[in-house]
């Protein structure tokens, strides 16, 4: 079983930044894809980046340039950096853990198999 917490959302004004932090427990943290996903008011959960286990990212075209994932094995935590920040980003920003394996490319939340509660991340204009 992997248990994640996120932290770090917050209030930000447009163009700002915020780094997200998600803590994972439980074991073989390298043996995990980390991915991100943002849930706006009224949508769907949306995609917005991931990291494989060699450490190579992959991101949806709206954060490409903007957002930036890294991870700590040491801490075994995965980070969402989160520059130039746009009101249309103001999302409930959640991590999500997988242990198969994903392909190139965007990825449907079902695909993932261990979730956070989420951090509410809010960008005024």
């Known amino acids: 079983q992997v248990q994640l917490v996120e932290s770090g959302g917050g209030l930000v004004q447009a163009g700002g930044s915020l780094r997200l932090s998600c803590a994972t427990s439980?074991?073989?943290?390298?043996?995990?894809?980390m991915g991100w996903f943002r849930q706006g008011p009224g949508m769907e959960r949306e995609f917005v980046g991931k990291?494989?286990?060699?450490?190579?990212?992959y991101y949806a075209d709206s954060v490409k340039g903007r957002f930036t994932i890294s991870r700590d094995n040491a801490k075994n935590t995965v980070y969402l950096q989160m520059n130039s920040l746009k009101p249309e980003d103001t999302a409930v920003y959640y991590c999500a853990a997988v242990r198969s394996t994903l392909g190139w490319g965007p990825d449907r939340a079902s695909a993932y198999d261990y979730w956070g509660q989420g951090t509410q991340v809010t960008v005024s204009s």
């Open positions: 439980g074991r073989d943290f390298t043996l995990l894809i």
């Open positions: 990291m494989f286990r060699n450490g190579v990212t």
